[in-house]
């Protein structure tokens, strides 16, 4: 009993130096998708089922999870699960203590990454960023600056200021209402997203959104819209994208996303359906479910899973165009944890002949933000295995395979590789590679990009 105590005191004391050193929280009302580290602890408890809440649509509403956090008893949990409670309780309490409320970014890459994975870095060529940030009982705004060096809408590099990851957010009662651009990740999945996954510069618009608790049927549920101005070659460049989501049983979480780009002068109504002849306006519908398996238990250790599946519509079309399924697991060992993260990505004939016919003319591909697709409408039929590891001193790893369709006959292979130090308090050094197999036709291909922030 005396070395169980000692040993969870350890746990205790570790977990907090961990955080103050991460320091991965704050001042936002919500919690953005920028960290993978955050995110897998969050999902940790949802598959315990610990949360009741859906919580597949980011940025998330702090508000929306906290008095699901507030009814656990932490001391029924084994130490794994309080591992990943602590966590995500100290970047809750940041955000409402209004901590570390300004940011410096700098990160440089050999050449700007086509990832659009969940938290993706430096896909930019180099970056600059400095932000500062005020979260209050019902309001909040960060004015970030940011320098940086990226391909544009017609995939040509080009330097500019901006001030994405800038907004301002209102709330009153369960609603909110924002205006500016921020990273948003609308789905289940981690590495393919058909609806909004990362995007290479944030999309600036307005965003009305609203959450529901313990209805009839649906029980917890959110509900969101979003207007905007994409860069696209094309002249769809408006965006209007919709999104419900809700979690009948803490098990279960379902998704369903509408969204719609035009021309300024190609808009004829929301939800009423496009002809697949329109060129002023293109829509697609996506749906997203995931199933969290029953928790293996092990003495202090807690294996936790769910299985997910996201699909998409062709363009212009109701008929099935791509599927994503996933499985993703996350157990401890000692005092360091590994999640596994297995998707495979499959379009059918008719969303084949969409991916092929936008590759070879992208200025009729759908969702394109700065040559990079926030539905995927620009990634063909893949397949991906990924492991988030933690260390016991708070490195954190993130290795990648995956094998991916060319619009040549032959797949290629590739692997990333990354590592997240932590230099001191508030410091963090990001270094990572990516590496894509030789080809019959061309050489095997390196690049390397590095980051560093500094939260105070």
Request: proline residues 3%; hydrophobic residues 40%; contains cysteine.
């Amino acid at each position: 009993m005396k070395s169980l105590l000692l040993s969870l005191n350890r746990v205790a004391l570790l977990c907090s130096v961990s955080f103050f050193i991460i320091n991965s929280a704050n001042a936002s009302p919500w919690f953005e998708p920028d960290d993978v580290y955050l995110r897998s602890d969050l999902q940790v408890l949802a598959d315990a089922g610990l949360i009741n809440s859906p919580i597949n649509t980011y940025p998330l509403k702090w508000a929306r999870i906290n008095a699901d956090l507030e009814k656990v008893d932490v001391s029924q949990l084994p130490l794994s699960l309080r591992q990943s409670y602590a966590h995500v309780i100290y970047a809750l309490q940041g955000a409402f203590l209004d901590r570390n409320n300004q940011r410096f970014k700098a990160g440089y890459a050999s050449k700007a990454r086509n990832d659009s994975s969940f938290s993706a870095p430096m896909t930019q060529k180099w970056r600059s960023l400095s932000s500062y940030e005020i979260t209050a009982h019902d309001y909040a705004y960060r004015l970030a600056v940011n320098y940086q060096n990226q391909p544009n809408k017609y995939g040509n590099n080009s330097s500019e200021f901006s001030l994405d990851n800038s907004f301002f957010a209102y709330s009153f009662g369960n609603a909110s209402v924002s205006v500016g651009s921020i990273q948003r990740w609308w789905g289940p999945t981690w590495i393919y997203n058909l609806a909004w996954g990362h995007t290479r510069s944030t999309i600036p618009g307005v965003d009305f959104a609203y959450d529901g608790y313990d209805w009839p049927l649906i029980g917890n549920w959110h509900i969101e819209t979003f207007i905007g101005n994409a860069k696209t070659p094309n002249a769809n460049h408006k965006q209007w994208s919709s999104r419900f989501e809700f979690s009948p049983i803490n098990w279960l979480d379902i998704g369903v996303s509408y969204q719609k780009w035009f021309s300024d002068h190609g808009f004829n109504g929301y939800l009423t359906g496009v002809s697949g002849s329109n060129d002023l306006q293109q829509d697609q519908y996506s749906g997203d479910i995931r199933l969290s398996l029953p928790t293996i238990n092990f003495r202090q250790m807690a294996v936790t899973q769910s299985l997910y599946a996201q699909g998409s519509s062709l363009i212009n079309e109701q008929s099935l165009g791509s599927m994503v399924l996933g499985w993703q697991s996350q157990f401890n060992i000692g005092q360091q944890y590994f999640r596994w993260i297995v998707e495979t990505k499959t379009l059918t004939s008719d969303g084949e002949a969409q991916w092929r016919a936008g590759m070879a003319n992208r200025t009729i591909m759908t969702g394109l933000h700065n040559q990079l697709a926030i539905n995927n409408s620009d990634i063909g039929n893949s397949k991906a295995v990924k492991l988030i590891w933690v260390t016991p001193n708070d490195w954190q790893w993130a290795l990648q395979g995956q094998r991916y369709q060319t619009v040549s006959a032959q797949d290629q292979d590739s692997a990333t590789a990354s590592i997240t130090i932590p230099l001191a308090k508030s410091n963090r050094l990001t270094l990572g590679s990516d590496y894509i197999a030789a080809s019959s036709r061309d050489a095997a291909q390196w690049s390397y990009w590095a980051s560093w922030e500094f939260r105070f």
